[in-house]
């Protein structure tokens, strides 16, 4: 059985713990979740150092099972002021697991900026004043140095020590490009406890302890089966993420200059068809990229310039939208370049995206000024006033800017699908306890299902359908696009089943997966009524209920009861 | 030399007449503007039996030079009570010129519905009493059983008996589609005359003499093998006109919902490359189908149904823009049928379109009710309140129905460019004396070219250009797709001249092009202002200028001082 690793970075002082009845059989999103809403005070500053950050791998985590190795990032948000989780793929949840830790518990508040090197003997306390300020590219170089090219690296840069609301946490994939754990500030969480970085190294370590190995196996054998059998997969190979810039922008639901529109005019300059494109004449760009250990899919990237020097890794489709059509920028370059600055300063790019697209609404820069838009990113690294501005976010961008029309909830900013044709997707943007987010319960239609995604019923259940399943696939540490495959065909969920059950060398209830997603959501939740959270909460700006989206003319017209049924288990 | 063939159809009297110097070597477009400006008094009533008839074969007709069949239908507008020529494909510009008639004038009003008869013997006077009332269709038909399938027929729907403002003549094309000369109400006027229909029938007709037969040739030739090697015309051969709905969808211009914003979500169900697949599994579908006598390029088609039931010949760009997007309708098959019963009943698709999206945003029917649209047009047929509304065209239903965002300029509804993208083709449609067109200087960016569609500037030079050159295009008979490359390659137009000059047996200046263009447009300008137009009247409805095309955020912004500019020759 794996541990918790409580480090209290105060008193430099860290334990190895048991994992206690209710958090037995737990990982990823729903130890993180638990965690933080039995220990952390609902109505602490996100920022004290009474607030905890949770480092949680995936139940799967170290296994070898396909694309399990996700890390989950949770804390009270200093952006929404509820509990958040975010996660990111790299080889930390793995090593992790093979130190034997389901998750490290930061406690408390060091004095100076402090570095932890996690290892099979324990946690060492570094000084981070060598690699203070610097941003996370330099830090992953100047660690690995250090270190050695076995061990992962969580870091944040210069937002996250300024603890700015935007700040994100970085995680490095295998070959050591910083990975995003992007939103709801959790960097600023990990700046407020002083802590630069975790260097994670699992050399000696024992390793997972799989208790029924022919079974876990086949049933791994079977998912990974599985999910290369899906149609949609050789197309996420071969295009990543951006396959959808002409997807969503082809159903009118592509958000364009601050969520005015549903279609983006330039969008073939910044679609994956476009990306390959380019790709395929430039030396050393990587499509098929994998983003983490164990991964079967490879749908991210690595973006060369046209001398074939790497811009960014991977360019993906919510920061294409978020920092381009949604900010009419039709320069992919330039996105890329942007997408760079956010990673090295560690900010999420969907948030400062929505703030940028507010910045030019009130004339800081201009519609469409790429060139702009990338000084104005590098700007939160200096700390003028609009850099702090936009290193806050969406939601505190546009109160500060008198804007009437701030596309968040629970202030964080949405995704790249406009909620007013995807109407599944806005009823999770409103009802999730993590404010607006995508990867919670994403309804995006099957072009072989019945779905209606405009339809102002069915959503409620929808969206809890996928809450639930997004839940548990969270705390399981599977990346979303193995689990859409297990959507459409039931017998892969049952193949992850199996595979826990094999873990623990247990029978597990056919209801596993359900459980563990409304368990998850229901400690979530808890969090945030106590925290002062109503029902007032979970609802869409208004703006996207008065604005019809052109061309469609739909707007957001789920109804305020079926919203509070979502949660209602 | 050929003549103009008067005919006085009250008093069922005809003459064959000298070109006068004036007239002299005139055609098309120049020739029937030239007729309407020297001949009907600007102030006259376009239904008054003193308002004249033109149908004007062009220059080149009937000597074999490529595409060059088109046949002029002028008059004075009843939609715009300006000047107006219309011009479509088929047969009868080359049946005309054959038998030594470059154009025919009706004069005066039939005591009772008539069918002219033209021939080499002359002219004959047929009661039309039996295809009173009927469709072009009904009426092809009866008149080829009558006639012979030699014959070219020209014709008006029972909207043109109606007299209605959006009536259009048809022409039939070599296989006996009826093909439309569709702008501008010129059907009202053939109704006002209580003619039903021309049938003109060469045989034994001596043709048209060339008088340079070599010259001519080689001219021809070279020409065709321009026309050919261009590398759009293979794209128009595959697809069709359609083939523009997803370019201009994705420039953000495609007028969508009474042009309230430039793309359309469901653009690719109405695109060439949908219908193209279709058409590939549906029998008897043609693509690549020639409209006219001599096309080199075959840009319209025959499109059936899925068991091989001809829907209409040839459904093309403007039409279905106009009745799909503009009216939220993405089912191209009930385009196609709304686009038959136009066709039958003898309207313009466009400005019945128009008048389609502005009754759908007064609620008469829902926006995207693709059998409410039909049936809607149907009604032309019956005369109901709302047929006779609609098929008055834009203009009349938008002020009927207290719209404030009437897309039109001078009575006639704009066509399918949104101006505020395409501000060189909007400066077309405020300066023409034709009203909101798209034949008169329709600037489509070239992917190769510098021109910036989306400029203010520079415009009215572009437009003035385009007018210019159209102008004369449309005088040589010669068709809009053969005419473009000869914009691109210049020496094309030195083929156009060298046949025309050895058409004449006489040397042409080398600017013949444009001083055949001015000259047309002069006596444009000068019916119009003599019919009481001032430049005021040379300018975009005011939406155009105030609300911004998503997702550009264009508006059109083209000076009205650089408005002016364009025709001041």
């Not at 995680?171 to 002083?194: C, E, H, I, Q, W």
């Not at 945030?528 to 869409?540: M, P, S, V």
Request: aromatic share 6%.
């Amino acid at each position: 059985m794996l541990k918790l690793l409580r480090i209290d970075v105060e008193k430099q002082h860290f334990l190895f713990e048991e994992l206690s009845p209710e958090y037995a059989r737990l990982g990823g999103r729903a130890l993180s979740s638990s965690i933080i809403n039995r220990e952390v005070p609902p109505d602490v500053d996100a920022l004290d150092p009474k607030n905890k950050l949770i480092f949680a791998a995936g139940i799967l985590a170290g296994t070898g099972f396909a694309n399990s190795s996700r890390l989950s990032v949770g804390s009270k948000s200093p952006l929404t002021g509820g509990i958040k989780e975010a996660n990111a793929g790299g080889n930390a949840a793995s090593n992790l697991a093979k130190l034997g830790i389901q998750a490290v518990v930061l406690e408390g508040r060091a004095t100076g900026l402090t570095t932890l090197k996690i290892d099979a003997d324990g946690v060492s306390f570094v000084d981070a004043g060598p690699i203070k300020g610097l941003g996370n590219y330099q830090v992953i170089e100047d660690l690995k140095k250090a270190h050695g090219d076995k061990v992962s690296i969580v870091s944040i840069g210069p937002a996250g020590e300024r603890q700015l609301k935007a700040a994100s946490v970085s995680v490095t994939s295998p070959d050591f490009y910083p990975r995003m754990a992007a939103r709801g500030g959790l960097g600023a969480v990990m700046g407020s406890k002083n802590v630069k970085a975790l260097v994670i190294d699992s050399k000696g370590a024992k390793g997972v302890e799989i208790k029924d190995k022919p079974l876990f196996k086949a049933a791994a054998s079977k998912f990974t089966k599985g999910v290369l059998a899906y149609p949609m997969i050789e197309g996420l190979n071969a295009l990543g993420t951006p396959i959808l810039v002409n997807m969503i922008n082809g159903m009118g639901c592509l958000p364009t200059r601050n969520y005015s529109v549903g279609q983006f005019d330039k969008a073939h300059q910044i679609s994956g068809e476009h990306m390959a494109e380019l790709m395929s004449k430039r030396p050393n760009s990587v499509p098929g990229h994998k983003c983490m250990t164990g991964c079967v899919i490879g749908c991210s990237n690595v973006f060369t310039d046209e001398k074939g020097e790497v811009i960014v890794s991977g360019l993906e489709y919510e920061t294409i939208v978020l920092t381009g059509s949604n900010c009419m920028i039709d320069d992919i370059d330039m996105i890329a370049k942007i997408n760079w600055a956010c990673n090295d300063i560690g900010v999420d790019t969907m948030d400062v995206g929505a703030a940028i697209a507010l910045a030019m609404e009130a004339d800081i820069l201009k519609m469409g000024d790429a060139t702009g838009a990338l000084a104005l990113v590098s700007e939160i690294r200096e700390g003028t006033d609009n850099g702090l501005l936009i290193g806050n976010g969406c939601k505190v961008t546009g109160e500060r800017l008198g804007s009437k029309r701030i596309p968040h909830v629970k202030g964080q900013s949405l995704a790249a699908y406009d909620p007013r044709g995807l109407k599944g997707t806005g009823t999770s943007y409103a009802t999730s306890a993590m404010g607006a987010d995508h990867t919670v319960g994403n309804a995006i239609p099957n072009p072989l299902s019945q779905y209606d995604p405009a339809s102002p019923k069915g959503q409620a259940e929808m969206s809890s359908f996928l809450q639930i399943y997004h839940a548990a696939i969270d705390s399981l540490g599977i990346c979303l696009f193995a689990s859409l495959p297990a959507l459409d065909f039931a017998d892969l969920q049952g193949h992850i089943v199996q595979g826990v059950a094999a873990l623990y060398g247990e029978t597990l209830d056919r209801d596993y997966i359900k459980q563990l997603g409304i368990a998850t959501l229901k400690a979530e939740r808890e969090f945030n009524t106590n925290a002062g959270f109503t029902k007032e909460d979970d609802r869409l700006p208004q703006f996207f209920k008065d604005e019809p989206l052109l061309p469609s003319g739909n707007v957001f017209d789920v109804s305020d009861e079926d919203l509070d049924r979502v949660n209602a288990f």
